[in-house]
């Protein structure tokens, strides 16, 4: 059997290949196929694409003992993992194969809120080279959004004023109202 066609993604190789009947001098090139679709499959990658596993630890000092250990931290590395405990703080860490802890922010880099990674729910950060940054959004993030989403444009007066919320809405008062079900009390 012929080589397979130029290789250049994982989807171009040919599980077929090499047949039974090729001749294994043909084996260098088949490897050099595959050497070459995974290259470009994970450009950028000087190190593991992906460790994982169920971290184990006290809360918000978390340890990762992938069945392959790391033998160093590698920008780009992608850690799917799963919390044994709810994080506490804003400054939960993550020591992967004893190379020492590193800290675990939010995709912006921001410090995480208490309750950000929850034990038994799938986390997923990428290695900065410095820290560890979540893909994706928390609940917590959600949750400050959908609040800040629903609240009016900030008031055009001065003064004392109050924020209050009835029936699925807010609004800003210069007094109290009886029968809203929550009022907070500001100054602008």
């Not at 070459?36 to 994982?52: D, E, H, I």
Request: with cysteine; proline share 8%.
């Amino acid at each position: 059997m012929a080589l397979e066609k130029l290789v250049v993604l994982i989807d171009d190789l040919d599980p077929t290949s090499p047949g039974p009947a090729d001749a294994k001098s043909q084996g260098d090139d088949h490897l050099r196929n595959i050497k070459t679709a995974v290259k470009n499959c994970f450009p950028g990658f000087a190190g593991p694409v992906l460790v994982g596993g169920r971290a184990s630890g006290v809360v918000d000092t978390y340890t990762l003992a992938p069945a392959t250990a790391l033998t160093g931290y590698v920008a780009n590395t992608l850690v799917v993992w799963m919390p044994n405990v709810t994080s506490l703080t804003a400054a939960p860490t993550m020591n992967v194969s004893g190379l020492g802890a590193r800290a675990i922010r939010s995709v912006s880099g921001a410090p995480l809120l208490p309750g950000d990674l929850v034990a038994g729910q799938y986390v997923v950060m990428v290695d900065t080279g410095t820290e560890y940054r979540l893909i994706g959004i928390t609940k917590n993030y959600i949750d400050n959004l959908s609040f800040s989403s629903m609240l009016p444009a900030p008031p055009a007066m001065t003064g004392q004023y109050f924020l209050a919320y009835q029936n699925g809405a807010f609004a800003y008062l210069n007094t109290p109202v009886p029968g809203f079900l929550l009022q907070a009390q500001g100054i602008v």
